[in-house]
């Protein structure tokens, strides 16, 4: 028989200083406050591998990495609006007039789209492939594009053929 493996040992940690963690503390703290539920983590992890049984650490692993990857992937999108907004205004900063309040942005399936094809080109193109109906026209696949223009072609043919 196997004999049973021990973990390393690990090397002593340096200890960190009270802003250290008191700032890791709150970090920690506002993470765990954006939750999924465990329920769609599951269902997540057992589509992306129906042939793996997912353990208790791994779940919450997951749900650690879909958290950090949403907050991440946000923080692109916001970067993308600002960077749209900029060009707006003739690559100036817009500052509205004194006590005016800044004009709302709300994101937008252009600018997830678009932030996700600039840091992640393959991610980009499996969803929209997976999910071409809910991205936008020109992040479609080019067959899904093809498609949606015969259909158009064919709601508007005339079937007699008989021009009047």
Request: aromatic share 4%; net charge positive; glycine share 6%.
């Amino acid at each position: 028989p196997c004999a049973p493996v021990t973990p390393p040992p690990t090397a002593p940690r340096a200890p960190r200083s009270a802003s250290n963690k008191e700032e890791a503390a709150k970090v920690a703290a506002e993470l765990s406050a954006l939750t999924m539920p465990v329920a769609v983590v599951k269902r997540i992890g057992r589509g992306a591998a129906p042939e793996a049984t997912l353990s208790s650490e791994a779940l919450a692993a997951v749900h650690r990495v879909g958290q950090a990857f949403i907050c991440y992937a946000t923080d692109r999108v916001i970067r993308e609006m600002q960077a749209e907004g900029d060009g707006k205004h003739g690559g100036k900063k817009f500052k509205p007039k004194s006590g005016a309040p800044l004009p709302r942005k709300t994101m937008s399936a252009d600018h997830v789209m678009s932030a996700l094809s600039a840091e992640f080109p393959a991610i980009a193109t499996k969803i929209s492939t997976l999910f071409s109906d809910a991205v936008p026209q020109e992040y479609r696949p080019e067959a899904v594009r093809l498609l949606e223009q015969l259909r158009a072609q064919q709601r508007g043919w005339n079937p007699a053929g008989a021009e009047q």
